[in-house]
């Protein structure tokens, strides 16, 4: 089901909004807390900041293609071996949140002035099959407030250990 342009302008709202939060989160972290990782498998405050700009950095050339290119292939990855591989505790926090700002401020203008016949345009995702602009806005008005949560269980579980 198409969403409504009230729909639509709520949504991109929160996207725009996430950048704050994420920042929000992280200023509530000790710097001691910041490499914790709250179980096997779990990340970090650190690897979930570095997380969001690689995530963010995907996700705006992701609606480039949709936008612009005809039957667009738009590439899943795991994210969980990128934050090994790339070693997330070994790259500065404050670049990788920088370009997570940058990155939305840049996309929000872009967002706002979609005609509904963009809103609609499809490609095809390696992991998720038919994906719309609607399903990124979806996906990504969210993804900053899931990973600020994310990082305030962290804080709350590193004080309790």
């Known amino acids: ?7 639509r302008s709520t949504l991109i709202d929160q996207y725009a909004r996430g950048p704050a939060r994420l920042r929000g989160a992280l200023a509530q972290a000790p710097a001691a807390a ?7 498998g ?8 570095v997380h969001c700009a690689d995530s963010e950095t995907n996700a705006a050339g992701r609606l ?14 795991d994210q969980a071996h990128w934050a090994q591989v790339l070693d997330y505790h070994t790259l500065p926090l404050e670049p990788a949140l920088a370009a997570t700002e940058a990155v939305r ?12 016949a963009q809103w609609r345009l499809t490609g095809h995702h390696t992991e998720a099959g038919a994906y719309s602009v ?3 806005l979806q ?10 949560g994310q990082i305030e269980r962290n804080l709350a579980a590193w004080r309790k250990k």
């Open 1 to 7: 089901m198409p969403l409504t342009p009230a729909e």
């Open 34 to 40: 910041l490499q914790w990782r709250p179980g096997p």
């Open 42 to 49: 779990k990340w970090s405050v650190h690897e979930v900041i």
């Open 64 to 77: 480039r293609y949709l936008l612009a290119e005809a039957k667009p292939q738009i590439l899943g990855y």
């Open 105 to 116: 401020a840049n996309a929000v203008p872009l967002l706002r002035r979609l005609t509904d």
């Open 134 to 136: 609607e399903n990124w």
């Open 139 to 148: 996906t990504y008005a969210e993804h900053l407030e899931k990973h600020a």
